[in-house]
């Protein structure tokens, strides 16, 4: 799939050498990815993932601080500063499967990623009415039939757990060695979940649709 990707080359060396690393995974070719400094300035007209090409292990910790941007753009909509984590292939695919192997079938398209087994965090989505977090199970007759997909596990929709334009939120990720997740948001922890199957191991991407986003400070640990 052809996209337009904009790299913008005034950065160190190590900083674009680091954030090069990400890869597209997008619903519409007009999708632009800027890096300025370590900073990913993304515009994207429809669905996107972009992922970190190097899987996390139990336990690690992802750190990131992202912004809604709200200045007037045509794709400047307050929604959707979602994710996944913990992300494999392997019920599809096989054991050495995994989500960067898939990009090319799933072409950004949402209803796609329930092939995967993973995390899924969306926070202010659906216009920014709902903060919501599931468990995918990998259940590739899920991507056609709704009726089989993965139901919601914690669900916000008061105002204080909705997206702010323009604010930069401190997002921490952490997987324990007994496969135990959080997720906590500027200090606040919104989920903690301990899965029946613990996910040890798995790929991380940042997900949205229709929206004008930046990320920065990226650590995986």
Sequence with gaps: ?????????FVS?????????WRIEAEEPATRVLLRGDTLDITSPKGLSLWWDEPMEAPCVIEYRACVVMEGGPCDRLSDLNCF????????????????RGIDRRRGRFAESYRLRC?????????????????????????????????????????????????????????DADGHTRYILDGEELISYQPPVPLRRGWFAFRTTWSHTRITGFRKK
């Design 1 to 9: 799939m052809l996209l337009t990707v904009l790299i913008a080359l």
């Design 13 to 21: 060396g190590e900083a674009f050498a680091q954030q090069s690393r």
């Design 119 to 175: 995390f899924y965090l969306g926070y202010g989505g659906n216009h920014n009415t709902t903060t919501r977090f599931r468990h995918y199970d990998g259940d590739t007759l899920a991507v056609a039939d709704p009726a089989r997909r993965p139901p919601i596990l914690k669900e916000y929709t008061d105002s204080a757990h909705l997206l702010r334009p323009n604010h930069w939120y401190n997002v921490r990720i952490q997987v």
């Design 85 to 100: 984590w913990m992300a494999d292939g392997t019920k599809e695919g096989g054991a050495a499967s995994h989500p960067l």
